[in-house]
């Protein structure tokens, strides 16, 4: 079958799109018709490198599809051959004591598919039947596609690491991404006041559309000071900052007295400054939040599924395009997500 392959770790010149042998699914794995997958930061990461992934290349990446069950091992209970299915990607032991507490997105042997395993941009895919959701009829495969990874990830951060209330002001930093769009959808059905950044006009009109109350352009603006302005110097109750870096000393700024700044990843590099003065002074709290657990994941795609939320597609890509994709997602071109689809249904479509 044909697969997108990272040939190395490097710039975009290492992704390819040809020839790996058909997948064959162990005991507990499905085999999926992959119809679409979706990128994420993640696989931009995946593709640079990052200090401790020892991948055996070539690679294939991509933790996020949806497609149909073609066959399924033998142990397997809940699907069977033609059912529709969406990927989440997180693996979790089940043994250790978070694991056990319930927690596995906090599992000490956590892993994503697509990222420390082989993904699932190709044709393809075996996947473990724990990773699997049932995709309604109705549900654009784009669409399920799209999904799980970045609103599982927003969900969690805001709802449960965060523990946003309705009513409480809450900025979420580069509204245009899928991380950003998802929080964007989530804080404002959780009843709060959403303040967004974006960097053009366009992306600002969007961020709108999809539930921001106030909106600032941080190419044109110091955020932080607008902030400060919008809300009668008082600050923001929570940030949600997956930027890092270029964002994380202005986020804590935004913040009124005891708010919190939570966070899911640094595109722009993990080290900022720290800012001590500032969190122990105002009283702060960093909280971290990585994927989600399967209960929060059936919570949120059942509300993606019926429509209260949407993942905006960005572009849909065929497979062969992988590198035009992660060149869109590097270059911040247009907002929402960047869906790519094997090379044969791309031109069936
Ligand atoms: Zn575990």
Same mark, same amino acid.
Not at 31 to 37: F, R, S, T
Not at 133 to 138: D, R
Not at 148 to 170: H, I
Not at 235 to 250: I, K
């Given at each position: ?14 992704i ?27 696989d ?13 290349m070539?690679?294939?990446p991509?933790?996020d ?52 395993v082989?993904?699932?941009?190709g ?9 699997l ?6 549900v ?51 009843g709060?006041?959403?303040?967004? $950044?974006a960097?053009?006009? *366009?992306? @600002?009109?969007?961020? &709108?559309?999809? +539930?921001?109350?106030? /909106? %600032? ?5 110091d ?11 008082r ?16 986020s ?18 993990p ?33 993606v ?16 395009? $992988?590198?035009?994709?992660? *060149?869109? @997602?590097?270059?911040? &071109?247009?907002? +929402?997500?960047?869906? /790519? %689809? ?8």
């Open positions: 079958m044909k697969a997108v392959q990272f040939t190395g770790h490097g710039g975009r010149e290492v390819e799109y040809g020839d790996v042998p058909d997948p064959t699914p162990d005991r507990d794995e499905v085999l999926v018709d992959v119809k679409a997958g979706a990128l994420n930061h993640l931009v990461w995946t593709r640079r490198g990052l200090p401790g992934l020892d991948l055996e070539p690679h294939v991509g933790s599809a949806a497609g149909v069950v073609l066959e399924v091992g033998e142990d397997v209970t809940r699907f069977g051959p033609g059912d529709r299915v969406a990927l989440s990607a997180g693996v979790s032991c089940g043994e250790c004591e978070f694991c056990r507490d319930g927690e596995y997105s906090m599992c000490v042997n956590y892993h994503v598919i697509g990222e420390h082989p993904g699932v941009h044709e393809m895919a075996a996947i473990p039947e724990d990773n959701v049932e995709v309604p009829q109705g654009e495969w784009e669409t399920a596609a799209a999904a799980p990874l970045v609103f599982q990830t927003a969900w969690r951060m805001l709802l449960n690491r965060g523990d946003l209330q309705a009513g409480e002001k809450v900025l979420v930093l580069g509204a245009s991404g899928g991380v950003g769009h998802a929080a964007v959808q989530i804080a404002d059905y959780a709060a006041e959403v303040y967004a $950044t960097s053009s006009e *366009e992306k @600002l009109r969007y961020a &709108e559309a999809v +539930g921001a109350d106030h /909106v %600032v352009d941080y190419e044109a603006e955020f932080a000071e607008r902030v400060r302005e919008l809300t009668d110097k600050g923001v109750d929570m940030v949600v900052d997956h930027v890092g870096e270029a964002t994380y000393p202005d804590l700024r935004s913040l009124a007295k005891g708010g919190r700044v939570v966070t899911c990843g640094a595109t722009t590099g080290n900022p400054g720290a800012g001590l003065n500032r969190i122990f002074w105002n009283q702060l709290s960093v909280i971290g939040s990585t994927m989600a657990n399967p209960g929060e994941v059936d919570d949120v795609l059942e509300l599924w019926d429509g209260t939320f949407e993942p905006r597609i960005r572009d849909v890509l065929p497979m062969s395009e $992988t590198a035009r994709a992660h *060149e869109m @997602l590097e270059d911040r &071109e247009g907002f +929402g997500k960047v869906v /790519v %689809v094997p090379d044969s249904e791309y031109d069936r479509a």
